[in-house]
Structure formats: structure tokens, C-alpha cells
């Protein structure tokens, strides 16, 4: 056997300590939308339960809005930028593949020469950045992590596509963990998390740089096996669904949402747990979804310290992961 | 193993609770489109529910074939 002596000593795991999120000021309703392809408010609210996303103006950079929510995130931890070691960027939508996101929004946040890297799982991306980060902190490896969700869609949407150019959204959402002191205070679950590379078709970018998605057979794949997977990060946390008080899963599709949110309740989830629905008014963000939702429904006061919540994120790939979180 | 009236009559009750339209309206000769407004996405739902209810497989081409109530009982029925 080899034994490495350098290995740093593991924590008892991780912890949410603050959260933040950015969005664009530009909002851009059904009705815009309308204007330019043939659909209208009330088919569009039908179909995916979108009223109005928020589109960033082309100047601004995907950077630039990961900067924000990241900043926001350490303000609302407590922290300051100098104290984190490292940061995770999710995200699908860089203009280019290098540089990555993350070493610049370090940068631009100030935190010196952390730990820098993107993840690309698409829509699942956030869960799957968070899922990592806090293995990293759990094995001693980070102490205070970034994580961001971060997408400009509309770089990738084909604005004359009807199936595609309703449904998205640009912005970011970011969250601060560290070490929990004690086993008692570990506020990360353990991640579920897979693929489905035999749907890989399924969600794509094509030859001309656009967003093309199988709406139908993504539809069922979300509806039928993403509840199972939300299940299966709720038992790996120890619990029981009814000791959920809030649902937030990837913004997909209201619909989606819904129907996963009912197979969790058939499952012993509660009636009155709380389940996001920020897709009406941020559209799809992909892997920003799920923090801009935490972040909005702390805002609104549906979200509140000590909540035990339910991430679960799903998209291109096809991937999916899930945890539990307690908000901070 | 269901017959064709029992599976109408869980059918109607699937397309109900899936699309809020009364059972008694989802009667054989209706389509689903043009007779009883169902979009495509409530006809994914709609599968995955006789799916589950009926042990069959109804794969997304498969179900654009089934334009009216009666073509998807007979599906069912023949592959149940």
C-alpha cells in the first residue's frame, strides 16, 4: 500500500454560506417576441409557462454578469474575495473555449490566483459544479469555493426559431461554500448525478452556431426520469421527500417542473412544499437557472435560513445531477 | 388484459387529468387535436401516463400516428 503523508485532513463536508445573482435589464416579453415570429403570449405561456426573460445587451459579457453574481455571493457570505481559494464557473455559452470563465471572473472579482475552472453539463451544470466543489471542500482540497451559473443564451439562439428562441434566457446565479464546522452544520448533500450520452442529438449547438432541441423527446425524458433522480439525492442525504420544504429544480419548462413536482408529491413529497417557478419571468437560463431561482425565492421570502431544499438540474448531454442543500 | 371499453375508460381518464377535459367528451371517433384541443406536449404526457397504466411501449412516432381516440385503444389493445 502507498501512503501519501501530504494529504490534507477531510472535513466533515461542506456548507451554503451566501448566495447572489445577476440578471440583465432588458426584458423581453411575449409579445416582443411575437413581433418577429410567428407565436403569441398565450401559446408561449401554454407551452413552456413563459411570460418574460431577460436578454443581455450584446456588449455585455458572460463575464461580466458571473462578476456580479459571484461578488453578490461573497458580500451575502459574509466573506470577502481574498478568503476563497477557489471557483468553479458552469456554464455552456462562452464566446470561446478559451479562455475559460472562471480564471477571468476571478479576476475581475479580485480573488487572487484561486483554483480556477469551467464546467460544461449544460443545463445540469450548476448542480454538477456544486456537487464537485463540495467534495473538494469536504476532501480538504478547497476551503472556501465559488460557484457560479453563468449563461449569455442568446449569443446561441437562432432569434427566427419559434421552438427555441421562446424559451431562453440570459443571467447568473451564484452560491458560497466552506468546511461545516461539524457534522452537524454539513449543508451539502451527496450529488446523484448522471448521463444519457444515447440522447446526445437531443440538445446541440448546429454547424451554423444556433441552439437546436428535440422539444418532444426532451419533454418526456425530463418528465419521466428526472423525479427519480431528485429521489435519489433525497436518500442519499438521509432524508425522506416529505422533509423537503422547497423544490427547486432546472427551469426548463413550467410544465416539466410540474410534472416532476407531482411525481415527487405521489412520492410522499408534501403539498405545501414550495417549488420555483422563477422560469416565468427569467426564462431557461440553463445552469444559471437554479441559483437565480434560490436567489429570487429568498428574495420573496419563500425561501428562507435553515430550508431544507432539493437542487436538481437536467439538459444537453443529456446529464442530470441533484442534491440537498440547507439555505444559509 | 383490459378490453376496449376499459381502456377507453382509463384512457378518458388519463386525458382528464392531463389536459382538464371532461372524460365523458373523450369519446372514440374524437381527435385529439381537432376535436379536443390537446397540444403535442400534452400527448407526451398522455403516453407516459397509458404507458405506465397499460404496460405498453408508445414510442414519439408511434404517437403521431394516433390522430384519434379509437386508434390509440386499439394500439393499446394490440399491444398490451
Known amino acids: 500500500m502507498i501512503v501519501c503523508p501530504r494529504l490534507p485532513p477531510a472535513t466533515p463536508g461542506a456548507r451554503l454560506l451566501g448566495m447572489g445573482s445577476q440578471q440583465p435589464d432588458k426584458i423581453v416579453t411575449n409579445d416582443d417576441l411575437a413581433r418577429r415570429v410567428d407565436t403569441n403570449d398565450q401559446w408561449i405561456r401554454d407551452r413552456v409557462g413563459i411570460q418574460s426573460r431577460r436578454i443581455a445587451e450584446e456588449g455585455t459579457l458572460l463575464v461580466d454578469m458571473a462578476m456580479e453574481a459571484g461578488t453578490r455571493a461573497i458580500k451575502d457570505a ?3 474575495p481574498g478568503e476563497l481559494d477557489t471557483i468553479i464557473v458552469a456554464t455552456c455559452t462562452m464566446p470561446t473555449t478559451i479562455p475559460n470563465a472562471a480564471a477571468q471572473v476571478a479576476e475581475r472579482i479580485g480573488i487572487p490566483a484561486p483554483g480556477a475552472f469551467d464546467v460544461n453539463a449544460a443545463c445540469a451544470g450548476f448542480c454538477y459544479a456544486l456537487g464537485a466543489a463540495a467534495d473538494l471542500v469536504r476532501a480538504g482540497s478547497a476551503r472556501r469555493a465559488l460557484i457560479i451559473g453563468a449563461e449569455k443564451l442568446s449569443d446561441y439562439l ?5 421552438s427555441t428562441s421562446i424559451i431562453f434566457g440570459d443571467g447568473a446565479g451564484a452560491v458560497v461554500i466552506d468546511a461545516a464546522p461539524d457534522a452537524e452544520s454539513v449543508g451539502i448533500g451527496p450529488v446523484a448525478w448522471g448521463s444519457a450520452g444515447d440522447m446526445a442529438q437531443a440538445i446541440r449547438v448546429l454547424d451554423n452556431g444556433k441552439l437546436h432541441q428535440e422539444g418532444q423527446a426532451v419533454f418526456r425524458w425530463a418528465t419521466t426520469k428526472i423525479a427519480p433522480v431528485a429521489l435519489r439525492a433525497v436518500e442519499l442525504a438521509g432524508l425522506t421527500p416529505a422533509d423537503i420544504d422547497v423544490f427547486v429544480p432546472h427551469q426548463a419548462n413550467l410544465r416539466i417542473i410540474e410534472a416532476v413536482a407531482k411525481r415527487l408529491r405521489a412520492k410522499g413529497a408534501r ?5 420555483a417557478d422563477d422560469i416565468v419571468h427569467s426564462g431557461n437560463t440553463s445552469s444559471a437557472s437554479v441559483p437565480l431561482a434560490l436567489d429570487h425565492m ?3 421570502g419563500r425561501l428562507r435560513s435553515g430550508d431544507i431544499v432539493l437542487l436538481v438540474g437536467f439538459g444537453g448531454g443529456l446529464s442530470y445531477a441533484g442534491q440537498v442543500v440547507v439555505c444559509p | 388484459m383490459a378490453d376496449n371499453t376499459e ?4 384512457l378518458a381518464l388519463i386525458v382528464e387529468e392531463v389536459a382538464g377535459i371532461d372524460h365523458a367528451d373523450v369519446t372514440a371517433e374524437k381527435s385529439f387535436v381537432d376535436d379536443l384541443d390537446i397540444d403535442s406536449l400534452s400527448m407526451v404526457e398522455i403516453a407516459v401516463q397509458a404507458e405506465d397504466k397499460f404496460g405498453v411501449k408508445i414510442p414519439d412516432d408511434q404517437l403521431a400516428e394516433l390522430k384519434t381516440v379509437r386508434d390509440a ?3 393499446i389493445a394490440k399491444n398490451q
Open chain 1, 271 to 275: 403539498e405545501d412544499m414550495r417549488v
Open chain 2, 7 to 10: 381502456i377507453l375508460t382509463d
Open chain 1, 78 to 80: 459574509g466573506l470577502t
Open chain 1, 158 to 162: 437562432d432569434w427566427d426559431d419559434r
Open chain 1, 298 to 300: 429568498r428574495a420573496d
Open chain 2, 73 to 75: 385503444v386499439d394500439y
